[in-house]
């Protein structure tokens, strides 16, 4: 059984530009959720989506934006790039929304904002 | 690999030692509390969860400890391995979604 894949896996771009991030969850997982991973913050909830819907957001700004399509992949859309958006961006998913808290992560794309 | 985090707090054990980790958690209201294992270059990997009802739950070689009265959580690996080697989180979580929160991170580290 395939794990979550997130693609890319290392990118770098430049102040002022957007990115796009894609996460496909494990087949059958319907929730997906993304975290901002950086030295400095840890580990921080970005939104959680299930079944096409943003169920949960974190405190990120506006700027941060998701969706998810209805085969469950979902991509996250960071516009107008800082170079403290450099991180590790993770994707979870999860095969139900709520009960044992089994969430799976992909691997993570590194994002570079020079 | 990359660096997750560059000051977390480091535990060094003998391989075949126990390992204790230790996580401070900050809401009362959280319905679970989950360790994560994150090793360079990878996401994190759950290991073990315990629902905030319980004390104490058990896995292979780990054994998760829940303290609600000081809001502390711990983690004991038991014979530690240099596989063991890598960055542990706790992480608490509300029945409502999937949002984690999660604690800085501790770095185990294992000598042969």
């Known amino acids: 059984k395939a794990g979550v894949t997130q693609t890319p896996r290392y990118l770098i771009k430049t102040r002022g530009q957007q990115v796009t991030l894609s996460c496909s969850p494990i087949?059958?997982?319907?929730?997906v959720s993304w975290y901002q991973q950086t030295p400095g913050q840890g580990l921080q909830f970005l939104f959680e989506?299930?079944?096409?819907?943003?169920?949960n957001k974190g405190n990120f700004p506006g700027r941060f934006s998701g969706r998810q399509f209805s085969n469950s992949r979902s991509e996250m859309n960071v516009s107008t790039l800082e170079l403290g958006d450099s991180a590790l961006y993770l994707c979870?998913?999860?095969?139900?929304?709520?009960?044992?808290?089994?969430?799976?992560f992909g691997e993570g794309s590194r994002l570079t904002v020079l | 690999g990359e660096s997750v985090g560059l000051h977390l707090p480091t535990l060094s054990v003998q391989e075949g030692d126990n390992s204790i980790i230790n996580c401070a958690y900050s809401n009362s209201a959280s319905d679970y509390f989950i360790w994560y294992k994150q090793e360079s270059g990878k996401g994190p990997q759950f290991i073990i969860d315990?629902?905030?009802?319980?004390d104490k739950r058990q896995g292979q070689r780990v054994t998760v400890l829940l303290n609600k009265t000081v809001k502390h959580l711990s983690l004991q690996i038991a014979a530690t391995q240099p596989g063991d080697s890598a960055v542990y989180f706790c992480a608490e979580i509300h029945n409502a979604g999937n949002m984690l929160t999660f604690g800085g991170g501790t770095r185990l580290m294992v000598k042969p």
């Open positions: 979870a998913s999860s095969l139900v929304a709520s009960g044992r808290r089994e969430l799976f």
């Open positions: 989506y299930f079944s096409e819907t943003q169920r």
């Open positions: 315990i629902r905030s009802n319980m």
């Open positions: 087949s059958g997982h319907r929730s």
